[in-house]
């Protein structure tokens, strides 16, 4: 008997971590899109960088603490 067939099932590529410590506004909403499939822009993450989310002395972005901070501002339910 055949097991059902499973869907497949998205899986981005991985991302080195020098790719995600200090990269545009721009590249991390892309980044952001890419991974997750919902829409992101560069507007976005520059109101939450107004609203106190971490950024690089250069204007950059590490993804890992914007993600950081990013769970840490959601509430959750």
């Known amino acids: 008997m055949k097991s059902p067939r499973r869907p497949k099932v998205f899986q ?3 991302l080195s971590p020098d790719a995600v410590v200090g990269i545009s506004t721009r590249k991390a909403a892309a980044l952001i899109r890419k991974h997750t499939g919902r829409p992101f822009s560069g ?3 520059t109101a939450h960088i107004k609203l106190g989310a971490p950024v690089n002395a ?4 590490n993804l890992m603490a914007y993600t950081a901070w990013l769970v840490k501002a959601t509430p959750h339910a």
């Open 58 to 61: 250069d204007g950059t972005i």
């Open 12 to 14: 981005p590529p991985p």
């Open 43 to 45: 507007k976005i993450i």
